[in-house]
Structure formats: C-alpha cells, structure tokens
C-alpha cells in the first residue's frame, strides 16, 4: 500500500475546522471515559458486566478481560488532547483519522447505554459502527507513518489496540446477541467463529499499523475466551486462533524491511 510522503503539515487555512474537529475528539474521549465508569458501575441501567454474564455464551471473555478498557480509556485519552494542541492541529495525520476517531467514541458511549439497559440487539449494531470507525481510522494510517515514538505511542498504538480489543468484542457480542435470542453458538460454531476470527486478524495484522498493539489486544482477548470456555474444542481453537495471530505478526514486522515502524507504526 503507497504510503502518504507529503508532509505532514499543511498550510493552516483549516485552522477553525481543525479546531472544531479536535475539540469533538476531546469531548468523545470524556463521553467514552464516563459512560465506560458510568455503565461498569452501573449507575445507569445495569452493570455492563452483569449484563453480559446473564447471557453466557462460549465466547464470553473471562471478567479480567476487561481490564484493557482502562488502557482503551486512558490511551484514548492521552491521543485526544496532544491532538488538540495547536501544533499538532493541522497535522495530515489528525485531519484523516478525527472524525473517525470522535464518532468512535460517540458510538462506544452508545453502545455502552444500550448494553445497560439491555438493548442487546441494538447495541450489536452500534459495536459494529464503532469496528467499522476504527478500522478506518487504522487504515488511515497506514498512509501516516508515525513521525517518531510520541506518534507510535500516542497515536498509532492506541489506535490499534483499541481496533484489536473491538474486532473481538464485536463477535463476542454476536455471540451474546445471540444467546439473548435464546441462540447461543454450539460448540461446532463457536470453534467455526474462534478459527475465522482468528484468520481475519492474522490478515489483517499482515496490513494494519502498529502490529504489536492490534495483535496485543486480539490475543488478549483469545486467551481470556480460552480461560473462561468450559468447551475444550473452543480451547483448542483459540490457542491455535493466538498462534495464527502470532505468526502474521511477526512475518508484518520483518517484510516490511522496517522492523520498528511496521511493529509500532
């Protein structure tokens, strides 16, 4: 894929458009970060958690999972406000992915709503929405190599974890949504979902930026399916799922010829 060598700064005639667009992004990542407090405790609607484990399925993450949110949260978080900051305003890198970003963490505050309030099928749709921003916004930068490790760690990985942690969760939710319908996945479906999803990530870890924090995120969410499924067969398929992830991982570090960027961005 041709990568973007222009530079990264352009001429500031956007200036009131780049400050609208980066003042959105801020106040999605406060949304997100409160309705993420909000619905964990359950302070509006039931407690996300709970809601979750009344409809157990195979592929329901174990409850330490979810611990990444606060990373999610706190990465996010730090992405929001550098990127608010005059100098890096007008940044290509911040005009390509913001909107994307921002309706990202609108949607997560949606989703999050819904899920306590049990609306589940509902909020199946949002999560998807929200996998579909955030895939954009990684592709994006694929077109914007990070200009140093403030980027890598400030953009790209948060980026690509936060891309990793969704596209698991999203068939997680699938498979709750389905539950919720009085139609869990079998064991034959869940390994068929666990060995699919794992081949999508490992494709996509063989393209997508910052490989180390998107293949982090998809694998920590594989092993906590795999700790909290009593069905061997899943078992099995998502340590082989983590395997595949892995290798592709590896393979995108050391092809692309730039171990450091195609690893972090």
Do not use: K
């Amino acid at each position: 894929m041709r990568r973007d060598t222009a530079p990264d700064r352009v001429a500031p005639e956007r200036g009131r458009a780049d400050l609208f667009r980066s003042v959105a992004v801020l106040v999605a990542a406060a949304v997100q970060t409160a309705a993420g407090v909000v619905g964990g405790a359950g302070l509006w609607g039931e407690p996300v958690g709970t809601v979750a484990n009344s409809y157990p399925t195979l592929l329901l993450p174990a409850g330490g999972a979810f611990a990444i949110w606060t990373l999610i949260y706190a990465t996010f978080a730090a992405l929001a406000v550098r990127q608010a900051l005059p100098a890096q305003r007008a940044r290509r890198t911040h005009r390509s992915t913001g909107w994307w970003l921002a309706s990202a963490g609108v949607l997560n505050a949606g989703w999050v709503a819904l899920f306590a309030h049990r609306e589940i099928v509902a909020a199946q749709v949002v999560i998807v929405a929200l996998l579909v921003c955030l895939t954009v916004a990684a592709t994006r930068l694929t077109h914007h190599p990070a200009a140093g490790w403030p980027d890598r760690l400030l953009v790209h990985t948060p980026v690509a974890v936060y891309t990793g942690w969704v596209a698991m969760a999203t068939v997680a939710g699938a498979a709750t949504t389905g539950a919720a319908s009085d139609a869990a996945p079998s064991v034959t479906v869940a390994v068929i979902a666990v060995l699919l999803t794992g081949a999508v990530a490992a494709t996509a870890a063989l393209r997508l930026p910052a490989v180390v924090g998107y293949a982090a995120a998809v694998c920590w969410a594989l092993i906590w399916i795999v700790v909290g499924t009593p069905a061997a067969p899943v078992q099995v398929a998502g340590t082989f799922a983590v395997v595949m992830v892995l290798v592709a991982s590896v393979v995108r570090a050391y092809r692309a010829g730039d171990v450091t960027r195609s690893a972090w961005g």
